[in-house]
C-alpha cells in the first residue's frame, strides 16, 4: 500500500517539533505519548500496529504495545504535531528515495505517513540485542513516504563507501540504510572493560550507505543526571532527609 502524501514543518532547534498537515482522508501513525497537540477534525486510532503478535513483540523489546493512527475526517486540511521527550533533532526521512526501508534505534522512532509499516528488527545475534550496552533493538521502516525519528543532541550524518567501516557506541547509533552490514563487538582487555568509560560493546558498522548518529543519547544524560543529583543536593540536606526518613521508618524514641 502506498504512503500518504504528507506535508510537514520542523519549528525549533535544539527542542524540535514537528507539524504535519494532512488533507481529508490522510493520516499519519506515531508512537504512543509524542502527540502535541491536533485541531479540529482529526481523529486519533489507537492499535497493536500490526496486530496482536506485533504489540507483543513491540512490549518484548521495551516499547509501548500501541501504535497511534490519527486520520483527518474533516472536510479540509487539519494539522497535527508531535515532539520527542528529550532535547535534540528531528531526522526526516524520505523512504523513497532512500530505498523503500531504513532501520532505526528502538526509542528514535516519532512518526511516519500512514501506509508506513513500522516492524521490530532484532539484531543478528539476540544475545547482541540484550547485552549490548544501551540495548542494541532496531524497528524497520518501510514503505514509499515520509518517516520522522529523533537524535539526542545533534545529528551526526555519514556516508559510508564500500567496506568503509565505523565503530560506534551502540547508544549513539540513530538509524542506518540495511545496506550496511553491522555487528556488535566486545571491546576486550582488562584495562578497557574496567577503566575504558565508553561501554564494553561497540557497533561495527560497514559500508555502503548511510549512517545518522546523535551526540547525546537519552541514556548517556540520564547516566550524568543521576551522578550529579546527589551534589546537587548537597550532603546536608541529603543527611536531614536520611535522618528524617529513618525516624519515620525505625520509630526513633524523643525522650
Same mark, same amino acid.
Given at each position: 500500500? /502506498?504512503?500518504?502524501?504528507?506535508? +510537514? ?13 494532512? *488533507?481529508?482522508? =490522510? ?9 502535541? +497537540?491536533?485541531? =479540529?477534525?482529526?481523529?486519533?486510532? #489507537? ?30 486540511? @487539519? ?27 528502538? *526509542?528514535?522512532?516519532?512518526?511516519? /505517513? ?8 532484532? #539484531? ?5 540485542? %540484550?547485552?549490548?550496552?544501551?540495548? %542494541? ?19 551526526? =550524518? ?17 538509524? %542506518?540504510?540495511?545496506?550496511? *552490514? +553491522? ?6 582487555? %582488562?584495562?578497557? /572493560? ?20 546523535? @551526540? ?11 551522578? #550529579? ?9 541529603? @543527611? ?16
Amino acid at each position: 500500500m /502506498a504512503a500518504d502524501v504528507i506535508d +510537514y514543518k520542523i519549528y525549533g532547534q535544539s527542542l524540535q517539533l514537528i507539524e504535519i498537515e494532512l *488533507d481529508p482522508g =490522510e493520516g499519519v501513525r506515531a508512537e504512543v505519548g509524542t502527540m502535541i +497537540y491536533m485541531e =479540529e477534525g482529526i481523529n486519533m486510532q #489507537t492499535s497493536s500496529g500490526g496486530g496482536i503478535f506485533a504489540g507483543f513483540k513491540r512490549m518484548f523489546t521495551g516499547e509501548g504495545f500501541f501504535i497511534t493512527t490519527f486520520l483527518n475526517h474533516g472536510m479540509g486540511k @487539519s494539522r497535527v504535531g508531535f515532539a520527542a521527550p528529550y532535547p535534540g533533532e528531528v531526522i526526516p526521512l524520505d523512504l523513497g528515495q532512500l530505498g523503500g526501508q531504513f532501520l532505526c534505534q528502538k *526509542d528514535s522512532f516519532i512518526c511516519a /505517513a500512514k501506509g508506513i509499516e513500522i516492524q521490530v528488527a532484532f #539484531t543478528k545475534r539476540l544475545g547482541s540485542g %540484550f547485552f549490548g550496552g544501551e540495548g %542494541f533493538i532496531l524497528q524497520k521502516l518501510q514503505g514509499d513516504g515520509m518517516a520522522f525519528i529523533h537524535a539526542g543532541g545533534a545529528i551526526i =550524518e555519514k556516508d559510508l563507501a564500500v567496506g568503509e567501516r565505523l565503530r560506534v557506541d551502540t547508544g549513539c547509533l540513530v538509524a %542506518f540504510a540495511p545496506s550496511v *552490514d +553491522y555487528e556488535i563487538r566486545f571491546i576486550g582487555g %582488562f584495562r578497557n /572493560a574496567l577503566f575504558g568509560g565508553e561501554g564494553l560493546f561497540l557497533a561495527q558498522m560497514t559500508g555502503p550507505g548511510k549512517v545518522f548518529l546523535q @551526540s547525546l543519547p537519552f541514556s548517556r544524560l540520564a547516566e550524568r543526571i543521576t551522578a #550529579t543529583l546527589p551534589n546537587l543536593l548537597g550532603e546536608t540536606d541529603s @543527611s536531614k532527609s536520611g535522618g528524617f526518613l529513618g525516624g519515620l521508618l525505625g520509630g526513633d524514641d524523643q525522650g
